[in-house]
């Protein structure tokens, strides 16, 4: 199993709070990505970073922000939370590779629900 | 719309049985990824085949790509009811680092 952790597993939250999903490796991986997952359907990219001070919009427009201070550490935050936010939130590292032939580890993801 | 697209989207099948699941994409790539997703859990990755491959083995794993089809199978032998997961493939994409695509997935339910 891969070295990805992400807290809380669950989180049932009351709509407009501000919420923040922790993600953290210890594999030294410099690229990580955010998921949203229906359930049983595909995954869609929203948010990456090539590395530290560095994140991008995925292909999947979405109301959250997320920070890359150092290198473990890949925080999503949504200010203020709306039903439309129910989801599973998986996160994921990968090494370096120019060919990106380097497969990505993920977490076991955060589903979320608002109320 | 997305990159890949598997077929079926859900398969049932008895324990010892193989299972075939198929891959369709739209674009040239790099690599052709297939990954296994348990109820509830993350994605582990099972195999990679790189676009001038054509057939890669792992273990009970046999994945085959056909660039000329854009399409790749996965076909899981003697299938276990610790199979029983979502296959999803995923492609990284020419000049597009490790952003992977990500298909729907194949729900495939092994009955002991």
């Known amino acids: 199993e891969a070295d990805i952790y992400q807290t809380p597993r669950y989180l049932v939250i009351g709509t407009g709070k501000k919420i923040t999903l922790e993600c953290s490796q210890t594999?030294?991986?410099?690229?990580m990505y955010w998921y949203q997952q229906d359930p049983g359907m595909e995954l869609h990219l929203i948010h990456y970073?090539?590395?530290?001070?560095?994140?991008e919009k995925g292909d999947l427009s979405s109301e959250s922000t997320v920070s890359r201070i150092r290198t473990e550490h890949f925080p999503l935050t949504l200010e203020s939370a709306r039903p439309s936010h129910t989801s599973q939130y998986l996160c994921?590292?990968?090494?370096?590779?120019?060919?990106?032939?380097?497969?990505?580890?993920f977490g076991d993801g955060t589903r979320l629900s608002i109320l | 719309s997305q990159q890949g697209e598997e077929d079926p989207q859900a398969l049932s099948i008895q324990e010892g049985e193989n299972a075939t699941m198929n891959c369709s994409y739209k674009?040239?790539?790099?690599?052709l990824q297939w990954y296994r997703q348990n109820s509830g859990r993350g994605l582990v990755h099972l195999i990679l085949?790189?676009?001038?491959?054509r057939e890669k083995h792992s273990g009970r794993l046999r994945v085959t790509l056909d660039t000329s089809k854009k399409s790749s199978s996965l076909l899981i032998t003697a299938s276990r009811a610790a199979d029983t997961a979502s296959y999803f493939c995923?492609?990284?994409?020419?000049?597009?680092?490790?952003?992977?695509?990500f298909g729907g997935g194949t729900r495939l339910m092994v009955k002991p």
């Open positions: 674009t040239s790539i790099n690599n």
């Open positions: 085949i790189r676009s001038n491959e």
């Open positions: 995923a492609t990284v994409r020419n000049n597009a680092g490790n952003m992977l695509t």
């Open positions: 970073s090539y590395g530290v001070n560095s994140t």
């Open positions: 594999m030294g991986h410099d690229k």
């Open positions: 994921a590292s990968s090494g370096y590779s120019g060919t990106g032939d380097q497969p990505q580890h």
